[in-house]
């Protein structure tokens, strides 16, 4: 029947067009994976908290394994990168240091913020003479590629002594509590390495500014000069036994522009007093500056995150209510005065500048994450996804205000890829940002 | 017979593309041949393609036909060496047609029930332009009553009121964590039911050739209290809307077209199609809670764009017609306006389909039509999603037809 052999022949092209041929990648790829003129073969993360992979107030197993060193290790793998190790807290104490989450929120629409910290790695507090307590971790052994290690400072990696002062360095030696003296310089330089990146510095100011300028003291610029030419000359030669390596640094964000400093403000104090039983004719919140006697406060002083959940302002007292009298007013700790934030962008510029021109003497990538931080910061669309420095809703900060979501990482995880690429004319793949999230609602 | 036609009405969910999201699958005869059928009185489907031709029919007669749509859509973001495609899904507009009335009278009656716009694009849930869309189920089906004058031997004008169904379901993540740690969503979904019009001329010259000239006007489909599910953290889910308004223009399409016939059993058939897609300035929601997300206006300033189509049938036998057409469509879409619920660009079409006439009342045609959309790089000015799309469509299609 010549009919069925058209009924069967209309079949067949059917199934053939079921079975077809979707459009090849080679119709939309742009990218081939190229190593460029750099070896990625053993890739070395160095740095602080924004290395290690903390957030939320804390350093935990979620937060490592969104950490950017990692994610662009997992890039490198299509150019020839190797495997990548990090001190994962172990699974049955993945609150590692404990950390942060919103509980609720509050009628007023601010979230209560409550402490996860039921399976921490935590294995004692050691009291170090001449320091202080320092809470300790359970060991980590085992290969190492991110050397993140939260609160160190630049000045910091030539200290012997500093194992036994961070907690989270002392983890990662061999050595007891109190019995460490490996510089974090020669800890990490211990093997050979082919690619490092190298982001320090933040906490060189950050300490001084997030105390409202009270107790830490910024690292003189000259001392960061020196300390970074020493750990860029370095770190260039490979580690023992290297054949010298190429890599990344990246400037210190404007810490004044991160939610720590911009979500309790003038004007949010002024609008809860205002909203408060006999508050409506406040005119002014007093604080006490650095230097001089208490005084209004102005947009231009900066108020930390913690005072909008410390529950002071208002509160009554002989002297006049907390922040509203000149005779009682926000303490300095809690403010970061006009001044304050003056010699804070200073340290910024100074350090940034180093930064910079030690990358171009030894010819490294530059990843410029205060511009990064800036632009993300005052609002930009990514996939749909409205990012920006907002405390919470903003998608790019976690609770804590300073360091990042694992979205936030992803995206600087991208700034590194980019620099690296551009330098070394290498062709390594940049994260899908979409599939990392933001800060977690209850 | 009639069974089997209804059989075809109630495959409900109906999808495709030709441009942008409307869709030219309204005959099998004339989508094997490149789409063209305004300047030709072919068959029970002028009813859409020129109701100015209903009335030089030669019989009466009823057809339903069936598409199915298989669309492959890969991206790649910029930047990224991952290639990702959409799902597998199989849209099946559906065609129906019926033509009353003596073929000795001047008056004759139509009926079409057709699928002129929809879309069917579904993406992985987590996919990198998730918080654009992760799917969107559109469709619009129009029910078209006709009226057909043959004022004179050469001249025949038509038209139709349409009564339009339309239905939306648009999906996507929405950037706020969950306590999983996934994406939150939303599903948008609606009906609406919008009426338009459906006109047509028809001459034929001195000369032989067949001229048709038809439009068919815009329906602005209005959803009114669709339903916003949001699948948002409960903390927050006082400050969501439930309900939305929304409209959406399917644009207004203006044809001309020519028959030639070199010979008795030839006929050549070529249209050019405008679409008025200016309409489409925006997709607007309007929700019915402001507190936390605001009524969103996404740009989409759609230009008008043209279609050309060329289409040849042979009568080989009286059992036997073979088709085979050409057409060329231009995109409605800017640079900078490409969203991946509709990754639109020019586009090839190729076609290709058969005839068959087992008795003088029954017949059965197939066609299998071929889109080539031509691969796009830009950004989205929106949602600054950036990359490449690249699409290609098979759709099979078949229509049982029989003359009274």
Known sequence: MKSQYFYKSVLALAILGLASCK????????????????????????????????ADGGLYLDGQKNSFPLMIAEQMKTVGGGSFSTAFFQDSQSDGSGYKYIAGFNADGTPKIADQNTHTAV????????????????????????????????AHITYAPYGNLNGFYERLLPGNAGTNNTKY???????????????????????????????????????????????????????????????????????????YFRTVTLASILATVHASS?????????????????????????????????????????????????????????????????????????????????????????????????????????????????????????????????????????????AINAKYGSSIPIVDVTKYRGVKFP | MKKILLSFLMVIPVWGFSQSFQVNLQGQKQTAMGGAGTGVAMDEAS??????????????????????????????????????????????????????????????????????????????????????????????????????????????????????????????????????????????????????????????????????????????ATVKDGDANFNIPDALRSTFPTKFNATLPLPATSTLGFGFYPSEKTTIALDINWVQWHVYK???????????????????????AATFRLGIENKANSFLALRAGIGYALTPVNDGYVTPEVPDANRLLLSAGIGLKPSERFGVDFSFLYENVLARSGTNIETGLSGTFKTVA???????SYKF
């Open chain 1, 278 to 418: 006999g508050g409506a004719a406040v005119e002014n919140i007093y604080i006490q500056p650095a230097s001089g006697p208490a005084r209004p406060a102005t947009a231009a002083d900066l108020f930390i995150l913690p005072l909008g959940s410390a529950g002071l302002i208002g509160k009554a007292d002989p002297k006049g209510p907390y922040g509203l009298s000149p005779y009682n007013p926000i303490e300095n700790k809690y403010v970061l005065d006009k001044d304050e934030v003056a010699i804070v962008n200073d340290y910024v510029a100074s350090y940034n500048a180093t930064i910079r021109s030690v990358a171009a003497a030894n010819d490294l990538a530059i990843m410029d994450a205060n511009a990064m931080l800036k632009e993300y910061g005052s609002g930009k669309v990514v996939n749909g996804a409205v990012v920006s420095g907002a405390y919470i809703t903003g998608n790019l900060f976690s609770l804590d205000g300073v360091h990042l979501t694992p979205m936030g990482y992803a995206i600087t995880a991208n700034g590194f890829i980019n």
């Open chain 2, 47 to 220: 009813v859409f393609f020129n109701p100015g031709a209903v009335s030089f029919l030669k019989q009466n007669g009823v057809q339903g036909g069936v598409n199915g749509i298989m669309l492959k859509t890969a991206f790649s973001q910029t930047g990224s060496n991952l290639t990702e495609h959409n799902q597998n899904k199989l849209p099946t507009p559906f065609a129906a047609y019926a033509v009353f009335g003596s073929p000795e009278n001047r008056l004759r009656f139509g009926i079409g029930v057709y699928t002129p716009f929809g879309g069917a694009m579904h993406w992985d849930p987590n996919w990198t332009g998730k918080y654009a869309v992760t799917s969107l189920d559109l469709q619009a089906i129009y029910i078209q009553p006709t009226l057909s004058l043959k004022i004179s031997d050469n001249i025949g004008i038509g038209g139709g009121l349409v009564y339009s169904l339309g239905k939306v379901d648009l999906q996507r993540a929405i950037p706020i964590t969950l306590n999983n740690g996934e994406s939150s969503t939303a599903q948008l979904k609606g009906t609406s039911k919008d009426f338009g019009w459906n006109a047509g001329i028809y001459v034929k010259t001195l000369s032989g050739i067949s001229i048709g000239l038809t439009h068919r006007s815009k329906v602005n």
């Open chain 2, 394 to 400: 098979y759709i099979p299609g078949v229509a049982l």
């Open chain 1, 23 to 54: 459009p090849s990648a080679e119709s939309v790829n742009t990218v081939v994976p190229n190593k460029g003129n750099a070896d990625f073969s053993r890739y070395i993360a160095v740095g602080n908290s924004l290395t290690s992979g903390y």
């Open chain 1, 185 to 259: 310089l020669d800890f990490v330089t211990a093997k050979p390495f082919t690619f490092f990146s190298m982001w320090l510095g933040n906490n060189d100011i950050l300490g001084y500014a997030t105390g409202g300028g009270v107790g830490d003291v910024p690292t003189p610029k000259g001392d960061f000069a020196a300390l970074y030419n020493l750990a860029v000359s370095t770190l260039k030669k490979g580690g023992t036994g290297g054949a010298g390596a190429k890599g990344v640094v990246a400037t210190i964000p404007d810490v004044t522009a991160t939610a």
């Open chain 2, 282 to 304: 925006d997709l607007s929601f309007d929700y019915d809670n402001n507190a936390r997300i605001p009524d969103t206006h996404s740009p989409r300033n759609y230009k008008d």
């Open chain 1, 123 to 154: 294995r004692g507090q050691v009291t170090i003479p001449g320091f202080g307590n320092v809470t300790l971790f359970t060991k980590y052994t085992g290969d190492l590629n991110n050397y993140g290690v939260p609160g160190i400072k630049l």
